[in-house]
C-alpha cells in the first residue's frame, strides 16, 4: 500500500483483556515507532524499533505494554490486563531511516482503543 | 533526558491575523521537523529544518531554525480557516537516535 496500514481502526475491549494492534509500515521503511495520543493531548512516545537493533523501549508506561516487530516489517503491539487509562489513539508511524539521517515520519490513522 | 517545549499551547485566532508556534529544546538539535494534525486526523509532515539559522518558506508557511540549534518557529501569515489544527515540532538531539515531539500548539481560526 502506499502508506501506514493500521488495523483495527477502532477497538472497545473490556478492562482486564489483552489487545493487539497491528501496524504495516511502508515498504522499505527501515524505522517503525508507536505513539499513544489522549484526547486533545501530544504525541507519547511508546516505543521505536530502527533496522535489526534492539529497540528503544524507554517510553512503554508499564510491563504491560510489549511490541514486536517480525522480519524487520510489520509490528504488533499488545497491551495485556488493559485497564481504564489505556484509552486512547495508538499511531503508529514508519520513516525510510533512523537514526543520524532520520527522515520524516509518515504516521497512520491510528486505532482507537476505548476500555470499557 | 532531552525535552521539547512547545508555545503556546493554544492559540484562538480571527481570519487573516498571523500566527507562530515557537519550540525549544533542552539539548542542542541535528534537525527539527514540523508537522500538521488536523481535527481528527494524524500528522502530517510540513518540513524539516537541518542548518544552524535556516529560513524555509511554504506559501504562507515560515519555518526558522535557530543558530544555535536549540530553538526553532512556525509562523503563518494571514491565517485561514484551512490552517486549523495542532501544529507539532519534532526536534532529533545530536547524540540520540530518534525525535521527540514536542505538546503541540492548536490553532483555532474564527471566520
Known amino acids: 500500500g502506499a502508506g501506514v496500514s493500521q488495523s483495527p481502526s477502532n477497538k472497545v475491549t473490556e478492562k482486564g483483556k489483552d489487545v493487539e494492534l497491528r501496524c504495516d509500515p511502508i515498504s522499505g521503511h527501515t524505522a517503525l515507532y508507536w505513539y499513544r495520543q489522549s484526547l486533545g493531548q501530544g504525541l507519547e512516545f511508546l516505543i521505536y524499533?530502527?533496522?535489526?537493533?534492539?529497540?528503544?523501549k524507554s517510553g512503554l508506561p508499564s510491563d504491560r505494554f510489549s511490541a514486536e516487530r517480525t522480519g524487520g516489517s510489520v509490528s504488533t503491539l499488545t497491551i495485556q490486563r488493559t485497564q481504564q487509562e489505556d484509552s486512547a489513539v495508538y499511531l503508529c508511524?514508519?520513516?525510510?531511516?533512523?537514526?543520524?539521517?532520520?527522515?520524516?515520519?509518515?504516521f497512520g490513522n491510528g486505532t482507537r482503543l476505548t476500555v470499557t | 533526558g532531552q525535552q521539547v517545549m512547545q508555545i503556546p499551547q493554544y492559540q484562538h485566532v480571527q481570519e487573516g491575523e498571523d500566527f507562530t508556534t515557537y519550540c525549544n529544546s533542552s539539548?542542542?538539535?541535528?534537525?527539527i521537523q514540523w508537522y500538521k494534525q488536523r481535527p481528527g486526523g494524524h500528522p502530517v509532515f510540513l518540513i524539516q529544518?537541518?542548518?544552524?539559522?535556516e529560513v524555509k518558506k511554504q506559501k504562507r508557511l515560515t519555518f526558522q531554525f535557530g543558530e544555535a540549534k536549540k530553538n526553532s518557529s512556525l509562523h503563518i501569515t494571514a491565517t485561514q480557516t484551512t490552517d486549523v489544527g495542532t501544529y507539532f515540532c519534532a526536534g532529533r538531539d545530536t547524540n540520540a537516535g530518534k525525535s521527540t515531539f514536542g505538546d503541540g500548539t492548536t490553532l483555532t481560526v474564527k471566520p
Open positions: 529544518l537541518v542548518k544552524s539559522g
Open positions: 508511524a514508519s520513516s525510510q531511516r533512523g537514526g543520524r539521517y532520520n527522515s520524516p515520519l509518515h
Open positions: 539539548t542542542t538539535l541535528s534537525n
Open positions: 524499533f530502527q533496522g535489526n537493533s534492539a529497540p528503544d
